[in-house]
Each structure stands twice: as C-alpha cells, then as structure tokens.
C-alpha cells in the first residue's frame, strides 16, 4: 500500500525544483503513530534513494534536535505524526509552502483516535492546489458504495 502512494510523490517530486535549505517538503505524509510513520520512512528511504529524494520521519517520544535538523537542511518528503510536526510548524523550524502532495495514511484511524482538529490545522497551511490521497485499510459503507 505505501508505494501506491511513495512512488508518485517521487515522479511528483522529481518534476519540481529542487528543495533548498530552510524550504518545506514538497511532499507530506501523516500518520497516526510513530510506528506506521518508522515503516512508511523505510519504503521511503529504500525508493527515493536512487531519485536522490531525501526523507525525514517527524513524531513524538523522540529528540527533536535531529528531526530539526533535518527540516532545516530541507528534504523532499516529511513523514509526520500531527502533533509533533505541529509543534515544528508554530516555531517556524519548517513550512508547508511547496507542499503539493498530501497523503493522509489510514486516514479513518487518525479521525477515531481524535486528529481532526490538529489534521485540520496542518491541511490549512498547505497550498490549496494541492493533489491529496487518503489511505484506510477499511471503508464505511457509505465510502464503499460510492465507490461501487
């Protein structure tokens, strides 16, 4: 599932210019725990190494100093957990202005487990031109039969 989504955020990435230091991703990814957003940097790391795509995987419980400097050296894709890279956006240590690609990973599980309001307040900052892709691995049946 995660290079259905990995995969064009590098054709994506590799069709914009080159993201300087101190610039935000072009490409984000949130997740609801540090253990999809860990598991979704490695399909990351393993397919965009060729593309010279760079990655940073951004989430709570961990030294923010290391993940600081990678937002601020600049990378392609940030990899996030809401909250921490909420608290990265309020101290201005990295921005979402060229973010075109969004994918929101089992998206159904961030809203049971309450992201909504912090979701809302990270898409509010990106570009409105944006492409989003939404991942569960279950659908209500309302989502399932539009989709029928």
Not at 113 to 123: A, L, S
Request: proline share 7%.
């Amino acid at each position: 599932k995660t290079l259905a989504y990995i995969l064009p955020a590098i054709v994506h990435i590799n069709n914009q210019p080159s993201v300087m230091r101190g610039e935000g991703p072009i490409a984000l990814v949130l997740a609801p725990t540090r253990e999809l957003a860990q598991q979704i940097q490695q399909v990351a790391t393993e397919f965009g190494n060729s593309s010279y795509v760079r990655n940073t995987c951004i989430f709570g419980g961990a030294p923010k100093g290391p993940q600081a400097r990678d937002l601020e050296r600049g990378v392609e894709i940030v990899i996030a957990t809401p909250g921490r890279l909420i608290d990265f956006l309020e101290r201005g240590t990295t921005n979402l202005h060229r973010c075109t690609y969004l994918v929101l990973d089992e998206a159904d599980r961030m809203l049971d487990m309450g992201f909504e309001p912090q979701i809302r307040k990270i898409v509010e900052q990106i570009r409105p031109d944006r492409q989003t892709l939404m991942w569960s691995a279950t659908w209500p049946k309302e989502v399932r039969k539009l989709a029928a």
